[in-house]
């Protein structure tokens, strides 16, 4: 190897540490934080990572069709379930290893940003710019921090690899048989992560007829077929989505906004993205989304400033630097596909959104930087160049710095909802979702003032609503949980949990068939919820009706290992004096839970009967460690064992 070409890989290999550092640093200190949000439904709730069986529901069905079976939803996610599975299956529920490979991720797709940058300006500096500018861009904090955000990151990978195939088509030295194939897998792979890759055909198409380099020298038909597998990818993928979910949108969340509002509010839109991507300040993970209803409000004439912004920089770089035009063309369209707030979810406006359409703005970025740095006044002045060099990194500093800070609202529920409402203080849900986070972790006062809080901001907001009659019904407080589930399920219907919690306030006041009714609507809306075949089960087995009960917590360890389901159907066992089936639940629950103090006495209490007194103590002294002898079994467990050793 010549002495060049040994440079030459020294230097790429430098380049490329140097980028894996700035995609990996920042980010170390997620690895600390907890599943927040939706991922504890979707990680530790869900019932299609326990093993290998519901890969067909992963691929066939939405994202959360596991919770919700008749409730329709627009979200069609399979390759993040199978990134779950995965992890799931090797590791376990470990927080850290799915923070870990969103992290892994992120570099990933840095690297590749280099290498796509530096094909499409051929310039190296351009590359390792762009690249930098995407690894410390602070609005890209929620996709990587937060665990259920990686299908934003899986959807940046597979796009850039995919059009880093597509350029190859127009390479004849890197062409080869297999380029289409792996391209159309890659998009594939990228529709499966998330639906913004849609849009790749129309902006491969523009980039092959209007900004390749070989745009006027080759035939027309030839550019075509480039692109047109991109499109029958997109039909095939279509068609599926159709078939699988019904429809291309089976809900629309916001049926009652007009067409008219909805296409305001997507002007309004444009530009509230437009301005975070610039300026990316005041940063949450959920933002309150309120329709434009006329042309003349603040946000509308924004988002109209913004676009004329736009189109007149498009066209200046049109004429200054083609290929730098380009990055409007993939930033827009990309952003397009997240403007109809009709079927956008609760969070119309999410910062998440903008990591893969910042590829565009990161490309532009970059070009100006070199433009302003290649000035001539800049290359004779040292001082210049001096400031230049040193304003980057300074800002780059910044900019890591905010990360780094940032990464820490995503440690837990209670900081993630406290970052939430304190930048969005009327924001009934996120109060909502804070007061559940205290009640999780036993500080009711915290909880029902958040609680309150909330339906002071929105007083038909269901969840608060639900959250205060499931409290209730703890407390044995039934008529007032009553009302205000009853309130909680007319607002949403399909809402099972206030279905749920309904059913407990009417057992609790001894109206039976109301609740047995309602326990059977929470199951028809979700009928993978585990937790409500349990609950529907205790509800049986009060009443003495030990078969159906068995049934209930049977079907709920078939949908998830869980220890209420094993401890349920071990309790019914001991009552049948069925104590080799008791100890085989019980034994399953403490392997599955060693925090199971419930199922340790009990198999304690079962080996001191049938004589195992060595076994007996060590499960009593297990339980002791997890539960202090609090439980009444705990005595129990010791009289036994003592009275046994006595004899």
Not at 391 to 402: D, E, H, K, M, S
Not at 520 to 526: E, F, G, N
Request: proline share 3%; net charge positive; aromatic share 14%.
């Amino acid at each position: 190897m010549s002495g060049a070409k040994r440079a030459g890989r020294s230097r790429e290999a430098l380049l490329f540490s140097a980028l894996i550092l700035v995609g990996v640093l920042p980010y170390l200190n997620t690895l600390g934080n907890s599943f927040v949000y939706d991922d504890d439904f979707q990680v530790l709730q869900n019932p299609y990572l326990r093993n290998f069986h519901h890969v067909k529901q992963i691929v066939t069905s939405s994202v959360w069709s596991f919770r919700y079976t008749k409730v329709p939803t627009n979200y069609y996610r399979p390759l993040m379930q199978v990134e779950y599975l995965l992890l799931y299956q090797l590791y376990g529920p470990l927080a850290y290893v799915f923070h870990l490979a969103n992290v892994l991720l992120n570099a990933l797709v840095v690297i590749l940003l280099f290498l796509v940058t530096r094909r499409l300006f051929r310039s190296e500096a351009i590359g390792f710019l762009a690249a930098s500018i995407f690894a410390l861009h602070p609005v890209h904090t929620e996709a990587v921090a937060w665990v259920a955000a990686v299908s934003d990151l899986q959807l940046g990978f597979f796009l850039l690899l995919s059009f880093w195939f597509f350029l190859n088509l127009g390479d004849p030295k890197r062409r080869k048989w297999w380029t289409t194939p792996m391209m159309c897998v890659c998009f594939l792979l990228a529709l499966l992560s998330k639906e913004p890759a849609i849009a790749f055909p129309l902006i491969a198409a523009a980039y092959q007829h209007f900004f390749a380099e070989d745009r006027t020298s080759t035939a027309w038909g030839e550019k075509f077929w480039r692109h047109a597998p991109l499109w029958v990818v997109a039909a095939i993928y279509l068609s599926a989505r159709i078939a699988f979910m019904g429809s291309l949108i089976p809900r629309l969340q916001r049926a009652h906004l007009p067409w008219g509002r909805a296409i305001l509010s997507s002007v309004t839109l444009t530009g509230d993205y437009l301005t975070k991507i610039l300026w990316p300040l005041k940063l949450s993970a959920l933002y309150s989304f309120v329709p434009t209803v006329t042309w003349r409000e603040p946000g509308f004439i924004s988002g109209m400033a913004w676009i004329v912004c736009v189109i007149f920089l498009f066209c200046l770089l049109w004429k200054k630097n083609r290929i730098a035009a380009f990055g409007i063309v993939w930033m827009i369209p990309m952003l397009a596909t997240g403007l109809n707030a009709r079927w956008m979810s609760a969070n119309v406006f999410a910062e998440r959104y903008l990591y893969v359409p910042s590829v565009g703005f990161c490309w532009m970025a970059a070009v100006g930087f070199f433009a302003l740095w290649n000035i001539e006044g800049v290359k004779r002045r040292k001082w210049a160049t001096i400031g230049l060099s040193g304003a980057g990194i300074i800002l780059a500093g910044l900019l890591a710095f905010r990360i780094v800070k940032r990464n820490t609202e995503w440690h837990d529920e209670i900081k993630f909802f406290q970052a939430i409402v304190e930048q969005n203080p009327n924001n009934a849900t996120g109060h909502s979702d804070l007061g559940s986070a205290y009640w999780k972790v036993s500080n009711p006062k915290e909880a029902y003032k958040e609680w309150k809080i909330a339906l002071e901001c929105d007083p038909n907001n269901a969840f608060a609503l639900g959250n205060l009659g499931r409290a209730a019904v703890s407390e044995g407080r039934f008529a007032e949980a009553t009302q205000l589930l009853r309130k909680a399920v007319e607002i949403n219907s399909k809402n099972s949990d206030a279905h749920v919690g309904l059913a407990e306030a009417f057992a609790g006041q001894g109206q039976d068939a109301e609740a047995e009714a309602q326990f059977r609507a929470a199951l028809d809306i979700s009928s993978y919820d585990w937790d409500a075949f349990n609950r529907l089960a205790g509800f049986y087995v009060k009443r003495g009706r030990i078969r159906e009960a068995e049934t209930k917590y049977r079907e709920s360890v078939d949908i998830m290992l869980n220890t209420d389901g094993l401890d349920g159907l071990a309790d019914l066992a001991l009552q049948k004096n069925d104590l080799v089936e008791a100890e085989k639940f019980f034994r399953e629950a403490a392997e599955f839970d060693s925090y199971d103090h419930h199922a340790l006495y009990q198999l304690s209490l079962i080996y001191a009967k049938t004589g195992r007194l060595e076994d007996a103590e060590r499960e009593y002294q297990l339980g002791m460690r997890v539960d202090f002898g609090t439980d009444p079994l705990s005595r129990q467990a010791k009289e036994e064992i003592e009275k046994r050793r006595a004899h």
